[in-house]
């Protein structure tokens, strides 16, 4: 009987074990929420850098590009081949061989 006296709180110990409970469920839930804001901060980060990181990937093509094209036209130049600037534009206003009405 005495260790079941025992067991049983006063209204001045069940007070302070539920203020130490609810002091750590919202020292818990601050963590947490801490946690999260920091989580999509970084994430923003990350999506920045991503951004840069493909924009700088699409100059860098562009400039492979750029050289492969006048790599390839001084290759076509030593081989005899000339530059035609002339360019041919397709229309639909007359009937032609490429264009046909059907």
């Known amino acids: 009987m005495k260790y079941a006296q025992r067991l049983q709180l006063n ?3 069940q ?3 539920l ?4 002091l750590v469920f919202v020292g818990v839930y601050l963590y947490f929420l801490n946690l ?3 989580h999509v901060v970084m994430r923003k980060e990350v999506i920045a850098e ?3 990181i493909r924009t700088e990937i699409a100059e860098l093509e562009t400039s492979y590009i750029e050289a492969q094209h006048k790599i390839a036209g001084r290759i076509a130049h030593l081989d005899g081949y000339s530059i035609d600037t002339a360019k ?3 229309t639909r206003g007359e009937d032609s061989l490429v264009l046909r009405d059907n």
Do not use: D, P
Request: aromatic letters at 6%; zero cysteines.
């Open 11 to 13: 209204i001045g110990e």
């Open 36 to 38: 999260s804001v920091v």
């Open 50 to 52: 991503q951004n840069q």
């Open 88 to 90: 041919i534009f397709v």
């Open 19 to 22: 203020a130490t409970l609810l």
């Open 15 to 17: 007070t302070l074990v």
